[in-house]
C-alpha cells in the first residue's frame, strides 16, 4: 500500500492551526456548496416521506419508493464523464468542475419544481420521475462537487473542508426539513383538515428558489488548478483512461486491501440510512406535528449535527481519521437503541428532543471523519470517479436494504426495527478495526 489515509503518519497539527483552517477561502465555500449539495437529499428522501405518509401514502410504498435514492449509489456509472467531458459553453466559460455543478444545479432546481406542482393523491408517477431527475441532478452534483472540494486544498486539510460541507449540508437539511414543515404549515388554510397540497407547493417552491445559494457560489467561486491528464490517442484509449484506469489505479495502489477498504465503505452508515427512511413515518404515526418535527428533529438535531462535524473535523486532524471512525461507528449504531426506547414513548416530546440530538451528534461525527477517510484513498488525478464509487457505494446497499423498511415496520413495529438497524452497525466496528491494523502494518 502507498501510505496510510488521512496522513496517519504525520505529526499533530497544533490546535490553533487545526482551527484556524476554518476561516480560509477554500473552505467557505465548501459551506455554501455543502447547502447546495444537502437542500435535495431531504426533498426527495425524508421531507417526501413525511409529506407522503400525510397524504395517506402506506409504509411499504414510501419504503420502496426510497430506492428513489439509489440514483446516489449508481453515479459511479457516469463519474467517468464528469470527471473528464467537457460541456460546451459551460466549460469554456466557467472550466470542468463548475461547469457541471452548475448543469447538475439547473436539473435539481428543474426537478423541484415538478415536485411541487404535482400531488400524490393523484398518482405517484409524476411525482417520481420528477424526484428521480432531482436525484439524478443531485448526485451529478455530488460528483462534481467532491472532485471540486478534493482539488481545493491539501490532503491535510480535506478534513476541515469535509467539517465545512457538512456544516453546509447541515444548515440545508435544516431548511429542507423544518424550513419545509413550517411553509407548510405556514401556508395551510385555516379550518381545514388533512392533507393540504397547496401548502406543500408553496414550500417546496421555495426550496427549489433557495438553490441560488449554489448557483451564485458556483458563478463567483475560482476553478482549481487543472491537473495536466494525457490525450488519448483514439477511442479505445479514451475509454481506457475514462472508464478503466480510476479503478485501476484505486486496485494497483491498495493491492489485497482494497477488499477491506470497499467493505468498511459499503456498510459504514447502514445503521444511519436504514433507520432514516422511516424517521418520518415515525414522527407522524406518534402523533408529532409539523412545528415540533421541525423544531426538534429538523433544528435541535441539525444542530447537534453541526457541532458533530466541527467535533469529528478538528479531532480528525488532531488525533487521526481511524480513531474518530472508531468512534462514529460507535456512537451511529448505539443512538439507535434510543429510538427503540422512543417507540415506547408515545408522543413525549422532551424525549424526541432528547434522542434526535444524541442520534444527529453521533451522525456528525461520523460523517467528518469517513469523508476525510473518503478523499484521503482518492488519486486527484482521477479525483471525482474514484470519490463517486466511494460513496456511491456507502450507500447502495444500505438503500436497498431500507427500501423494505416500511414492510418490516409493518409486520414488527418501531421497536424492532430500530433495534434491528443498531444490530446493523455491529460488523462495522470489526471493519474499522481491521482497517486501521492494516494501516498501522502497512509498508
Known amino acids: 500500500m502507498s501510505a496510510p489515509p488521512a496522513d496517519e503518519a504525520s505529526p499533530a497539527l497544533p490546535w490553533r492551526d ?14 455554501a456548496l455543502g447547502f447546495s449539495a444537502g437542500l435535495p437529499l431531504l426533498l426527495v428522501l425524508g421531507t417526501l416521506s413525511f409529506r407522503l405518509r400525510e397524504a395517506g401514502i402506506d409504509r411499504t410504498t414510501i419504503g420502496y419508493l426510497s430506492w428513489v435514492g439509489l440514483a446516489y449509489g449508481f453515479k459511479w456509472v457516469w463519474a467517468p464523464l464528469v470527471d473528464r467531458l467537457p460541456i460546451p459553453p459551460l466549460t469554456t466559460l466557467l472550466g470542468r468542475r463548475r461547469g457541471w455543478l452548475l448543469l447538475a444545479q439547473a436539473m435539481v432546481i428543474a426537478g423541484i419544481v415538478g415536485m411541487a406542482f404535482n400531488d400524490p393523491r393523484a398518482g405517484l408517477a409524476p411525482l417520481i420521475w420528477c424526484a428521480l431527475l432531482v436525484a439524478f441532478g443531485s448526485a451529478t452534483q455530488d460528483i462534481a462537487l467532491d472532485a471540486f472540494r478534493i482539488e481545493s486544498a491539501a490532503t491535510r486539510k480535506q478534513a476541515a473542508l469535509a467539517a465545512a ?9 435544516i431548511w429542507a426539513g423544518a424550513g419545509v414543515l413550517w411553509i407548510a404549515a405556514w401556508a395551510e388554510i385555516a379550518g381545514s383538515a388533512g392533507y393540504q397540497n397547496a401548502a406543500w407547493k408553496a414550500a417546496y417552491l421555495a426550496m427549489a428558489a433557495s438553490m441560488a445559494v449554489g448557483v451564485i457560489t458556483v458563478l463567483l467561486s475560482p476553478e482549481p488548478v487543472r491537473v495536466a491528464l494525457p490525450k488519448a490517442k483514439n477511442a479505445a484509449a479514451w475509454l481506457q483512461s475514462v472508464l478503466i ?15 477491506l477498504i470497499l467493505a468498511l465503505i459499503a456498510v459504514y452508515r447502514i445503521s444511519d440510512v436504514v433507520m432514516g427512511i422511516m424517521a418520518n413515518p415515525f414522527y407522524v404515526d406518534m402523533g408529532f406535528t409539523k412545528d415540533e418535527v421541525a423544531t426538534v428533529s429538523k433544528i435541535y438535531g441539525v444542530v447537534m449535527t453541526l457541532v458533530g462535524a466541527f467535533v469529528g473535523g478538528v479531532l480528525s486532524m488532531r488525533f487521526g481519521v481511524m480513531r474518530v471512525l ?9 443512538s439507535n437503541l434510543l429510538f427503540a426506547w422512543l417507540g415506547t ?3 413525549d ?3 424526541l428532543v432528547l434522542v434526535v440530538s444524541a442520534d444527529n451528534l453521533a451522525s456528525g461525527i461520523a460523517s467528518a471523519a469517513f469523508i476525510a477517510y473518503l478523499s484521503s484513498l482518492t488519486n486527484i488525478s482521477y479525483s471525482a470517479t474514484q470519490y ?7 450507500l447502495l446497499l444500505p438503500k436497498f436494504i431500507a427500501g423494505y423498511s416500511g414492510v418490516f415496520v409493518d409486520h414488527y413495529g418501531y421497536v424492532a426495527f430500530f433495534v434491528g438497524t443498531a444490530a446493523l452497525g455491529a460488523p462495522v466496528l470489526l471493519l474499522v478495526a481491521l482497517a486501521s491494523r492494516a494501516f498501522k502494518t502497512a509498508p
Open 18 to 31: 487545526a482551527l484556524k483552517v476554518y476561516l480560509e477561502p477554500a473552505t467557505l465555500r465548501m459551506l
Open 245 to 259: 484506469e480510476p479503478f485501476a489505479d484505486f486496485i494497483r495502489r491498495y493491492k489485497w486491501q482494497a477488499a
Open 388 to 394: 463517486a464509487l466511494f460513496s456511491s457505494l456507502m
Open 345 to 347: 414513548r408515545g408522543h
Open 349 to 351: 416530546l422532551t424525549g
Open 165 to 173: 460541507y457538512q456544516t453546509g449540508y447541515r444548515l440545508a437539511m
Open 326 to 334: 472508531m468512534l462514529g461507528a460507535v456512537l451511529s449504531a448505539a
